[in-house]
């Protein structure tokens, strides 16, 4: 068994430092890694980062994340990754990582991600540049997590994601943005690796739970969905799925 704590949108800033961290006392006893879903700051500046690394540093189990459009907004997400893997944080963009937990080898692929849509109504690859832009950016960045988490040596595989890989946790937010909320191509991924769980936030009015298309679970696991500080998976390792 893999226990695998994870949140995602806790949006810190320099006045709640310290707030978020008194909730995670005893994370390691209840998991054995913690998933970060993006959006860990409010507007993306440095100082959010640097609250963001001091609130997950040292809490005694691995923390992978992801970053998300929020820490994205002053252009400062590289500055931020960089400050939360000095404090130990793993940040993942297009790659990947595998631990060694009691109950298997788990393998984690992780992107921010992109929107663009779902299947049957997505945006395509027509028109404007700018359109056509945005559609080429949700391609790659969903090519690059399906290929980390293709190559990932792992009993388990993980997809952390910022935007959401399906629909169905998006149900409670305006249809109208659907588009800005995810992409079916990061579902393709999940399926493409036979991955045990995709996990995702973005979506603050959606739910926690879903399905990809080929079966796979989904949990959106935003704070203000959760209501809760993280919720914990407990998964079943399965050797190689891929190429079983
Ligand atoms: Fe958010
Ligand atoms: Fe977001």
Redesign the pocket.
């Known amino acids: 068994m893999i226990r695998i704590a994870a949140v995602g949108?806790v949006h810190l800033d320099e006045e709640m430092r310290g707030h978020y961290r008194s909730h995670l006392d005893g994370v390691a006893e209840h998991a054995d890694v913690l998933l970060l879903a993006?959006?860990l700051t409010k507007h993306g500046t440095l100082e959010e980062g640097k609250a963001v690394a001091d609130e997950f540093r040292g809490l005694g189990l691995p923390v992978v994340a992801v970053l998300?459009?929020?820490d994205y907004h002053c252009d400062a997400q590289d500055a931020i990754a960089e400050i939360m893997r000095a404090a130990g944080v793993t940040v993942l963009e297009g790659d990947g990582v595998t631990l060694d937990c009691p109950g298997g080898r788990l393998g984690i692929a992780g992107t921010k991600g992109f929107g663009g849509g779902f299947a049957g109504k997505c945006a395509s690859e027509f028109g404007e540049p700018e359109i056509k832009e945005f559609v080429r950016h949700g391609r790659d960045v969903a090519g690059r997590f399906a290929a980390a988490l293709r190559d990932l040596d792992a009993d388990l595989r993980v997809g952390l994601t910022?935007y959401a890989p399906v629909k169905d946790t998006l149900t409670g937010e305006p249809p109208e943005i659907y588009p800005f909320l995810g992409s079916y191509l990061l579902a393709e991924a999940v399926d493409g690796a036979k991955a045990g769980l995709a996990v995702h936030?973005?979506a603050h009015a959606g739910v926690e739970c879903g399905l990809t298309p080929g079966g796979v679970r989904v949990r959106n696991v935003a704070l203000p969905v959760l209501r809760r500080p993280y919720a914990v998976y407990r998964l079943e390792a399965v050797p190689d799925p891929v190429t079983v």
């Open positions: 949108d993006g959006d998300g459009n929020h910022h936030g973005h």
